[in-house]
């Protein structure tokens, strides 16, 4: 069975600060996906970044940040330089090829970015 | 694209009555996908289709629940009778072929139960 934790339920910063959220993830499975996703106030869920077991590389956009370390099964997100447009719902998920194309999701970190 | 587009966006219900949720996926997209979403359990996936045809539907929490994909573009998540545990927000999802892909969500459809 796959599980997806975000052990941090919320994370409150000021603008400008830097905010990492963890993700730990657990698979039997060598190859699958791991995905965040945005939920910001308004409530639709945006699409973040996708990640295959086989890739590695850290992955920069923009002031968003993304470091995958299959050693420590960690899926790990940094937001640089935070605004209060980042504040919202954030999810991380993981895909098992094996299993299909359904997604099992973390419980979500809330940031909170303040002005 | 219009993306995937839910109805409704809110519905307001008395207990025993019956939900009928909807769902447009992307056009050209092959997988569909019914999440819900509460505070307690978080988002979990309740059923998916590839091709229209039900794959899993080992999430749908009960037989008061049904979903149908009648073709490529529709499907629907009914609540037979309803109770206010349904009380969540209902997303859809679609996906192209292949599973290394993201899955495009709706708006979502809050649904109350009272």
């Known amino acids: 069975a796959q599980k997806v934790t975000q052990a941090q339920t919320e994370i409150s910063v000021v603008e400008k600060e830097d905010v990492t959220l963890d993700c730990v993830y657990e698979?039997?499975?060598?190859?699958?996906?791991l995905f965040w996703y945005k939920q910001p106030p308004s409530g639709e869920l945006v699409f973040l970044i996708r990640?295959?077991?086989?890739?590695?590389q850290n992955e920069i956009s923009g002031r968003y940040s993304w470091n995958f370390q299959k050693s420590t099964s960690s899926f790990n997100f940094t937001i640089t330089a935070s605004q209060v447009v980042d504040s919202a719902v954030y999810f991380c998920?993981?895909?098992?090829?094996?299993?299909?194309?359904?997604?099992?999701f973390g419980g979500g970190t809330r940031v909170l970015v303040k002005p | 694209d219009a993306g995937v587009i839910q109805s409704p966006r809110h519905e307001v219900t008395e207990m025993g009555q019956e939900v009928t949720l909807r769902c447009k996926p992307i056009?050209?997209?092959?997988?569909l996908f019914w999440y819900r979403q509460t505070m307690m359990r978080g988002l979990e996936l309740l059923i998916y289709f590839n091709n229209n045809v039900p794959i899993d539907d080992s999430g749908m929490p009960e037989d008061r629940f049904s979903a149908k994909m009648p073709n490529a573009s529709f499907s629907t998540l009914k609540i037979q009778p309803s109770e206010p545990r349904d009380s969540a927000v209902y997303f859809c999802?679609?996906?192209?072929?292949?599973?290394?892909?993201?899955?495009?969500f709706g708006q979502g459809t809050r649904l109350t139960v009272v």
């Open positions: 999802a679609s996906s192209p072929v292949g599973s290394n892909t993201e899955a495009f």
């Open positions: 998920a993981l895909l098992i090829k094996a299993a299909g194309n359904k997604l099992t």
């Open positions: 990640r295959n077991s086989f890739d590695e």
């Open positions: 056009s050209g997209h092959n997988s």
């Open positions: 698979t039997r499975d060598t190859t699958y996906y």
